[in-house]
Structures are given as structure tokens and as C-alpha cells.
């Protein structure tokens, strides 16, 4: 597993001053990767360091690297996040150190400050081309709560305590943040009637997840095993699986999500890696009473510091609050390790278990990671409890579901005594209307 090293230490200080800004995500002891581009030039992998980032094309060209340096950085500055992935968790450690050492060394600041971007005058892609995408639900209190809306005698199916229930969802409408996207059409079969319609979806929401992204991937047939399946993971993003919970209801037996999920899920622009969160690791043990996991899913790791302490938020701002000047709300806050049943490496372990391949740029959803307190929910569905108690914004809206015009941003941040903050930026997206027949 990840060590906690001199990358770590809270007395280092970047060169770049907005690195050590009160509250920044982006601290020296981050370095997340994203995929950047300044108005019509070419897409460039980048480091976030305070409010810059350090292009990668250019660094490979300017800075002082040694020959090690220079082979790891050259797939990046080529642009190709997925093949530096590829390289494994040796070589992302050795980058991590350089990279850190570089942006503290004010021997480079020299040769490496012409390589810093401006974050705020750049677009942002998707940080790595994805292959495969597979949906988990390993959030215990998001799966009781929805499963007693759709299931009020058996919420918790018989299965969950026992496998990472999940689905293969598709990549090819995973969007980068800030994208618009509108809202779906779909089949809802309204109460007592006795055909579908095809109509825009009026029960629009979102779902607060991590995403976690494989860096490492393995052949078909060969299971990644529990105690090695951290070191295919090159990272966890913020993640917004977008759900149309009308066209979910009528479709989702017996298979499950179809296109309620396939229209738009929202990913960060930013890659904060495993390493960057070894501070930040919590021990994971279930409750008392429920049956323990299958010993596949066993390790003393995982036991030990499995979960991701990460706090998460979801904050909502209508086309009425940015008309009037109002800046978004905090509509929950949760916690990955508070929120989640199974652990990262368990995902991977399960995943492979039976010879399925991934592949570096594969992504998984968590789930929606609802805290165990009704106010902690991460999707407006249980917020709102099924559309029963709609929430009300500052502006006097009053919301069941995602409205037309709503932006909805995902934060989330890792913080204790002793670390220096780091965090994940933000994972936005606005709902525009439904486009017309
Ligand atoms: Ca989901």
C-alpha cells in the first residue's frame, strides 16, 4: 500500500505561492492530474499546483530531469494519461517525488514558472480516455433508503452484504465537468396508466460518487488478488452519475440501469492519485452482527486502512439564484469511508474475480454515498424523500428533483491534524432543457 513520505510532509512549500493559499485544494501535497488546453492549443496532461498547473509538455522540455525522469514524463508530455498509467505504481511514485521535488526547488523555479497554466483560463477534458465504465453501489445508506422508496418490504436485497452490486455502464457519455448536457428523454409509465410514454424525464437527479480510476490493468482470466489490488489504481476522482429516477422505475427490472444512467455522468477534471491520499486512509470493519466478506474480499490491509477519508458535498445553485447574484447552497455533506460498505481493492478484487480484463483509463462509479444521517444523502431523491418533502433553496425554490437552468457541483476534500489539506476541485454541471422532438 501507499506510504506516507517526504511528498507528505507538511512543512514543504512550493515556489508557486498559490500552493500554500489557506483552503486550497491543490497544496505541493497533491499534484493530481487532469488534461488541460489554453484556448485553441493542443490538449496538455497537467499537474494542478495551487491556483496554476504545471503543463507537462512544456516541463519535459524545460525542466532539469535525470534520464529516469525524462522516460516517465515522456508518455505525458505526449498527452497520453492512460499510457503513463500504464507504467505502474513504481513508476508513479518515482514521477510524484520528482514532481514534488521540482515545484519545491527554487533552483527550478527558473526554468519550470514559464511552464505554469493560469487554471483559470483553461478548459478541461476528461483526464484520461476511459474504456470501460462499471457502476458499483456500495453505499449501504443510499441503497436502504432508495430500496424502501422502490421496495418498501425488503429494502436491502438479500445479496448486498455479500457482493459489490454493480453494473457495466457505458463510457461514451462520460463528459468532462463544466460540459452542459440536456435533460433525457425516456420511457415513464406513469401511476395508473395503462401505456408508456416517451417524454423528457421530470425526475431528474444526481448522485454524489467517487470515481476510481484503474491504472494498471490485467490479462483475461487473471484475477487481480485483494492484497495487490490497490497498486492498479491510479486514482480517485469526484464523480456525478446523473439519474433520471421516472425512466429508472419503469425499466430497471429485471436487469437494471439502462438509459435512466446512460445520458450524462459528469467526471472532475482532476486525478488526485492514490499516493497523494496515503494520510488520509481509515480503517474499514463492518458492523457488528453482519456476516463477514468472503475471504477473496479478506485482507489485514484492508481491515487496517482500506477507506478513503474523504468529505464530500453537493451544492446547488437555480438559474434564479445566479440571476440574483446568489452563490450556490450546500445541499448535503458525507464521507466515502462513513458512506461505503466495500473498499476500493475490494472492487477491483470482485471485478476480476471470475477473469474479466480491465484496462488502464477503465472507470469505476462507488455509488451514490449517502451518509447514515437523512440530511448526509447524496442524490436529491432521498433528500426529498421520493419527491414527498422537497428541500428549499435560499432563493425560495423549492426543489424535488434537478430543475432546468440548476448547476450542481461536487467537492471533496481530506483533512486532519497533521496533513496539509488536500482536495479534488470541483465536478460541475449545468441541466439544460430537453432538446426539442
Ligand atoms: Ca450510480
Same mark, same amino acid.
Given at each position: !500500500?501507499?506510504?506516507?513520505?517526504?511528498?507528505?510532509?507538511?512543512?514543504? =512549500?512550493?515556489?508557486?505561492?498559490?500552493?500554500?493559499?489557506?483552503?486550497?485544494?491543490?497544496?505541493?501535497?497533491?499534484?493530481?492530474?487532469?488534461?488541460?488546453? =489554453?484556448?485553441?492549443?493542443?490538449?496538455?496532461?497537467?499537474?494542478?499546483?495551487?491556483?496554476?498547473?504545471?503543463?507537462?509538455?512544456? %516541463?519535459?522540455?524545460?525542466?532539469s530531469w535525470n534520464d $529516469?525522469?525524462?522516460?516517465?514524463?515522456?508518455?505525458?508530455?505526449?498527452?497520453?494519461?492512460?499510457?503513463? !498509467? %500504464?507504467?505502474?505504481?513504481?513508476?508513479?511514485?518515482?514521477?510524484?517525488?520528482?514532481? /514534488?521535488?521540482?515545484?519545491?526547488?527554487?533552483?527550478?523555479?527558473?526554468?519550470?514558472?514559464?511552464?505554469?497554466?493560469?487554471?483559470?483560463?483553461?478548459?478541461?477534458?476528461?483526464?484520461?480516455?476511459?474504456?470501460?465504465?462499471?457502476?458499483?453501489?456500495?453505499?449501504?445508506?443510499?441503497?436502504?433508503?432508495?430500496?424502501?422508496?422502490?421496495?418498501?418490504?425488503?429494502?436491502?436485497?438479500?445479496?448486498?452484504?455479500?457482493?459489490?452490486?454493480?453494473?457495466?455502464?457505458?463510457?461514451? $457519455?462520460? @463528459?468532462?465537468?463544466?460540459?452542459?448536457?440536456?435533460?433525457?428523454?425516456?420511457?415513464?409509465?406513469?401511476?395508473?396508466?395503462?401505456?408508456?410514454?416517451?417524454?423528457?424525464?421530470?425526475?431528474?437527479?444526481?448522485?454524489?460518487?467517487?470515481?476510481?480510476?484503474?491504472?494498471?490493468?490485467?490479462?483475461?482470466?487473471?484475477?487481480?488478488?485483494?492484497? =495487490?489490488?490497490?497498486?492498479?489504481?491510479?486514482?480517485?476522482? @469526484?464523480?456525478?452519475?446523473?439519474?433520471?429516477?421516472?425512466?429508472?422505475?419503469?425499466?430497471?427490472?429485471?436487469?437494471?440501469?439502462?438509459?435512466?444512467?446512460?445520458?450524462?455522468?459528469?467526471?472532475?477534471?482532476?486525478?488526485?492519485?492514490?499516493?497523494?491520499?496515503?494520510?488520509?486512509?481509515?480503517?474499514?470493519?463492518?458492523?457488528?452482527?453482519?456476516?463477514p466478506p468472503l475471504p477473496?474480499?479478506?485482507?489485514?490491509?484492508?481491515?487496517?486502512?482500506?477507506?478513503?477519508?474523504?468529505?464530500?458535498?453537493?451544492?446547488?445553485? /437555480?438559474?434564479? !439564484?445566479?440571476?440574483?447574484?446568489?452563490?450556490?447552497?450546500?445541499?448535503?455533506?458525507?464521507?466515502?469511508?462513513?458512506? %461505503?460498505?466495500? &473498499?476500493?481493492?475490494?472492487?477491483? %478484487?470482485?471485478?476480476?474475480?471470475?477473469?474479466?480484463?480491465?484496462?488502464?483509463?477503465?472507470?469505476?462509479?462507488?455509488? $451514490?454515498?449517502?451518509?447514515?444521517?437523512?440530511?448526509?444523502?447524496?442524490?436529491?431523491?432521498?433528500?426529498?424523500?421520493?419527491?414527498?418533502?422537497?428541500?428549499?433553496?435560499?432563493?425560495?425554490?423549492?426543489?424535488?428533483?434537478?430543475?432546468?437552468?440548476? &448547476?450542481?457541483?461536487?467537492?471533496?476534500?481530506?483533512?486532519?491534524?497533521?496533513?496539509?489539506?488536500?482536495?479534488?476541485?470541483?465536478?460541475?454541471?449545468?441541466?439544460?432543457?430537453?432538446?426539442?422532438?
Amino acid at each position: !500500500m501507499q506510504a506516507v513520505d517526504a511528498t507528505h510532509d507538511p512543512e514543504l =512549500r512550493s515556489w508557486v505561492e498559490s500552493a500554500q493559499a489557506p483552503g486550497t485544494d491543490f497544496p505541493i501535497q497533491n499534484l493530481p492530474f487532469g488534461r488541460v488546453r =489554453r484556448g485553441a492549443q493542443p490538449w496538455r496532461i497537467g499537474v494542478a499546483i495551487g491556483d496554476q498547473v504545471l503543463d507537462l509538455r512544456l %516541463a519535459a522540455e524545460r525542466g532539469s530531469w535525470n534520464d $529516469t525522469q525524462r522516460a516517465l514524463l515522456r508518455p505525458l508530455a505526449a498527452g497520453d494519461l492512460n499510457a503513463f !498509467m %500504464a507504467l505502474g505504481a513504481a513508476a508513479w511514485r518515482a514521477l510524484r517525488a520528482a514532481l /514534488s521535488h521540482a515545484l519545491a526547488d527554487r533552483a527550478a523555479q527558473p526554468l519550470l514558472a514559464p511552464c505554469l497554466l493560469p487554471q483559470a483560463q483553461l478548459d478541461y477534458d476528461v483526464p484520461c480516455a476511459i474504456g470501460d465504465y462499471t457502476d458499483f453501489y456500495v453505499g449501504i445508506h443510499h441503497a436502504t433508503a432508495v430500496g424502501k422508496l422502490f421496495r418498501p418490504d425488503a429494502p436491502l436485497l438479500p445479496n448486498y452484504k455479500w457482493v459489490p452490486i454493480g453494473y457495466h455502464g457505458r463510457a461514451s $457519455t462520460i @463528459l468532462p465537468s463544466a460540459r452542459p448536457f440536456a435533460r433525457p428523454r425516456g420511457q415513464i409509465k406513469h401511476a395508473g396508466a395503462e401505456a408508456p410514454v416517451l417524454q423528457p424525464s421530470a425526475r431528474l437527479d444526481y448522485e454524489l460518487e467517487i470515481g476510481i480510476v484503474i491504472g494498471v490493468g490485467n490479462p483475461p482470466g487473471q484475477s487481480i488478488a485483494l492484497a =495487490r489490488a490497490e497498486e492498479h489504481v491510479f486514482g480517485l476522482a @469526484l464523480f456525478n452519475d446523473w439519474s433520471a429516477r421516472d425512466v429508472q422505475a419503469w425499466e430497471y427490472q429485471p436487469l437494471g440501469p439502462f438509459l435512466a444512467k446512460n445520458f450524462a455522468s459528469t467526471l472532475s477534471p482532476w486525478i488526485v492519485t492514490l499516493d497523494a491520499l496515503a494520510p488520509f486512509r481509515r480503517a474499514f470493519s463492518r458492523p457488528p452482527g453482519d456476516p463477514p466478506p468472503l475471504p477473496y474480499l479478506q485482507g489485514a490491509d484492508n481491515s487496517a486502512r482500506g477507506a478513503f477519508d474523504v468529505q464530500l458535498e453537493v451544492w446547488l445553485q /437555480s438559474a434564479a !439564484m445566479r440571476d440574483a447574484g446568489l452563490p450556490p447552497h450546500c445541499v448535503s455533506r458525507s464521507n466515502f469511508a462513513d458512506a %461505503a460498505y466495500w &473498499t476500493v481493492a475490494q472492487l477491483v %478484487a470482485h471485478h476480476t474475480v471470475g477473469g474479466c480484463a480491465l484496462r488502464p483509463g477503465d472507470l469505476f462509479g462507488s455509488g $451514490t454515498l449517502s451518509g447514515p444521517a437523512p440530511e448526509q444523502a447524496g442524490s436529491l431523491l432521498e433528500l426529498a424523500q421520493g419527491g414527498r418533502q422537497p428541500i428549499t433553496l435560499p432563493s425560495g425554490e423549492r426543489r424535488s428533483f434537478v430543475a432546468d437552468g440548476d &448547476t450542481v457541483t461536487l467537492r471533496g476534500f481530506c483533512q486532519r491534524p497533521g496533513a496539509v489539506r488536500i482536495g479534488f476541485g470541483a465536478c460541475s454541471a449545468t441541466v439544460l432543457p430537453a432538446a426539442a422532438d
